[in-house]
């Protein structure tokens, strides 16, 4: 019998049913003591792999999105914040805007929480089966740049490419050139309608003229991250000051 099991367990490796395989003896037991009957011992050996998968799946899906950390939306400090309701962040949650690629554009000073919810929302759609990718507007710069002649970033550029949601952080945080300006213009244009953003600035779209010389341009960029948005200005105290930590009491 032991034998039998075994070359069974083999079979499952040889169908990449690797988890399912480990647990086949277990599975065997139960049957046996609660009397199963050979459907429902099927189901029972179907309905643990695919979970196995979904959660592997998504656990690759959060390290693919390259979050600086990560804080669920039940971490985020709502009652902190004016700018947004209980309400409003549930109909967030419920990511209709994302299947409508609409973007969203967090606005406000440093320490607000606009990273923290554009992480949380981010949590929010890996949780539900998308594919999303995080990244600051300097390493999308630098990425965008190297693309061409360094490996790591086109394969880190193509995995944002089939995001389903793209979060670009601190937007206007730091100037970019004209020839940076054009390659995000390009980007964007490359992922227009093909995904949701989320965008977090210091500073208004109506201050965004900065992002190139040419006003052509960035007329084009803000045609594009401006046509279906929801701006949420998140004004107010920095949480990290509020609640800073110190050596001394």
């Given at each position: ?13 040889q169908l990449?049913?690797?988890e ?11 049957a ?5 009957t ?11 792999e ?12 959060l ?18 914040q004016?700018a ?20 969203l554009i ?14 949380g ?9 998308y ?36 979060i ?74 509020k ?7």
């Amino acid at each position: 019998m032991n034998q039998t099991v075994n070359e069974i367990q083999q079979a499952f490796r040889q169908l990449r049913l690797s988890e399912t395989a480990e647990e086949i003896p277990d599975f065997l037991r139960q049957a046996e003591q609660k009397s199963w009957t050979y459907l429902e011992l099927i189901e029972k050996l179907t309905t643990y792999e695919l979970r196995k998968r979904e959660n592997k799946s998504m656990e690759r899906r959060l390290k693919w999105a390259n979050f600086p950390y990560q804080k669920t939306l039940s971490e985020f400090h709502l009652e902190e914040q004016t700018a947004i309701s209980k309400r409003q962040l549930e109909q967030l949650k419920e990511l209709n805007w994302l299947e409508q690629y609409y973007n969203l554009i967090l606005l406000g000073p440093p320490g607000v929480g606009k990273t923290a919810l554009s992480i949380g929302l981010g949590i929010e759609a890996i949780l539900n089966g998308y594919h999303v990718g995080f990244v600051t507007m300097g390493d999308l710069m630098y990425l965008l740049k190297t693309e061409s002649y360094t490996r790591k970033s086109e394969l880190r550029l193509n995995r944002l490419r089939k995001s389903d949601l793209i979060i670009i952080d601190d937007l206007m945080y730091l100037a970019i050139d004209p020839h940076e300006a054009s390659l995000f213009f390009q980007f964007i244009q490359e992922m227009y309608e093909k995904c949701a953003l989320i965008l977090t600035s210091n500073k208004a779209p109506e201050q965004w003229s900065e992002l190139s010389s040419d006003p052509g341009i960035t007329s084009a960029i803000l045609d594009r991250l401006l046509h279906r948005v929801e701006v949420i200005h998140m004004n107010g105290d920095s949480y990290r000051m509020k609640h800073q930590e110190r050596i001394f009491n």
